[in-house]
Nanobody, 121 residues
Framework: HVQLVESGGGSVQAGGSLRLSCAAS?????????MAWFRQAPGKEREGVAT???????YYADSGKGRFVISRDRAKDTLYLQINILNADDTAMYYC???????????????WGQGTQVTVS
């Protein structure tokens, strides 16, 4: 049974930063083919914002380039998303995901977390 658990969300002021974390049971984040962060704002489609492959290749959506950093701690087997210079458009539920190649696409995801809310005011 695979479980992905996100943490680190909250309410922050515009211009601030947050670091989201994702821990897993039932799979190994450090060796899974593709790990991703998605977000979904009310009334909008779920968007893949950053991915990290087991070969350390990264992908960032245009909305996050220059502000988002995806990383992992192999010793803790934890995935992170650092979000800098937050703005109101970043308000969304953020999800950790594990999937196949191009896992910034929702149809490439095998497992989803339950999400952590980020609210920017």
């Amino acid at each position: 049974h695979v479980q992905l658990v996100e943490s680190g969300g909250g309410s922050v002021q515009a211009g601030g930063s947050l670091r989201l974390s994702c821990a897993a049971s039932g799979l190994t984040i450090s060796t899974y083919y593709c790990m991703a962060w998605f977000r979904q704002a009310p009334g909008k489609e779920r968007e893949g914002v950053a991915t990290l492959t087991r070969d350390d290749d990264t992908y960032y959506a245009d909305s996050g380039k220059g502000r988002f950093v995806i990383s992992r701690d192999r010793a803790k087997d934890t995935l992170y998303l650092q979000i800098n210079i937050l703005n109101a458009d970043d308000t969304a539920m953020y999800y950790c995901a594990a999937g196949r190649a191009d896992c910034y696409r929702p149809d490439r995801v095998n497992f989803w977390g339950q999400g952590t809310q980020v609210t920017v005011s």
